[in-house]
């Protein structure tokens, strides 16, 4: 099928392409690998009028690492540079084991993590490492630069805090210490299918052995990416071991919000999603140990 008529731009700042934006109004959308919104529109189920392509934008590209080891990493970063680039799987091995999952090696080789956070499919793996990692979204827009906290940038299935105009520029992920367990896994009918759940964990230990902090979240087990902060909170304080996971796998439980549809029963998820949190702290937990 082919796509509605549209204009088409290919601005080379970021300026420039907020500018077009705007001049073209409400329909106009922007273009990062197309990998979701050109099937979209072949679909028709967007049409826009006009596609501002930032696939041109330099400012938009890089990794880097910055005086406090932050990882930085523009919003047009490809999803296959997230799987191969070393400074990623330095900086945040969590993102760098969970990229690989993202359908198959072509559609990774445009998708941009900036498109995945702007398209917030609820089962998209990259929106649950961010939220898990508590990254920063730096986004611009009509009013300037602003940043959002992960926490408050997933609002509802495909909804997002974008207002007219915003376009994600770069996501900042906390320093990873050296030390920090973590894993990631998923469950789908077949490779390269979104993920009927998956789980992203990490947890870091103090120097009695006991976790100190730990991030886990879920994705394809609501209408966002899910923070299970009840089972994080039955971490904190612990030895890690199999009895540990398994309560905080069924404290979990109750912040897995699952619904129906025709991959997977509501049922399904929320039981296969409990059975993956344990699996998953213990894979953490057995990397390192
Ligand atoms: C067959 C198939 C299987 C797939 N399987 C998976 C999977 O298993 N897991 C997964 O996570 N994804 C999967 N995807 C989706 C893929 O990862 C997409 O690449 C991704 O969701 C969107 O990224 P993109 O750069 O292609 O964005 P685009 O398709 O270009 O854009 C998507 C949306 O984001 C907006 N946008 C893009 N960039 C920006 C920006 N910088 N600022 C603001 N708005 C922006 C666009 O206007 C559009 O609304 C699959 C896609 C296909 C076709």
Known sequence: MKPPK???????????????????????????????????????????????????????????????????????????????????????????????????????????????????????????????????????????????ATGDFFKNIFSTALQDGDMITEIVFP??????RWAFQEISRREGDFAMIGIAAWFDLDDAGRISAAGLAAIGAGDTPLRLSSGETVLIGQAPGEKIFAEAARASLSDLQPGSDIHASAEYRREVGGVLVERTLKAAWERSS
């Open 6 to 148: 549209f204009d088409y731009f290919a601005p080379d700042s970021i300026e420039s392409a907020l500018a077009l934006l705007t001049e073209h109004g409400e329909d106009a959308r922007y273009l990062g690998g197309g990998q979701s919104l050109v099937p979209m529109m072949n679909l028709r189920v967007a049409a826009p009028s006009a596609l501002i392509d930032l696939n041109g934008i330099a400012a938009l590209r890089g990794i880097r690492i910055d005086e406090e080891d932050r990882l930085h990493i523009g919003a047009m970063t490809r999803t296959r540079q997230i799987e191969l680039d070393a400074t990623i799987a330095r900086a945040n091995p969590l993102l760098h084991e969970a990229a690989p999952h993202i359908a198959h090696i072509q559609i990774r080789n445009r998708g941009t993590i900036g498109g995945s956070l702007a398209h917030a499919d609820p089962a998209a793996e990259l929106p649950g490492v961010v939220l898990v990692c508590d990254a920063e979204i730096k986004l611009f827009g009509p009013d300037g630069a602003r940043s959002v």
């Open 175 to 180: 320093a990873w210490p050296s030390t920090r």
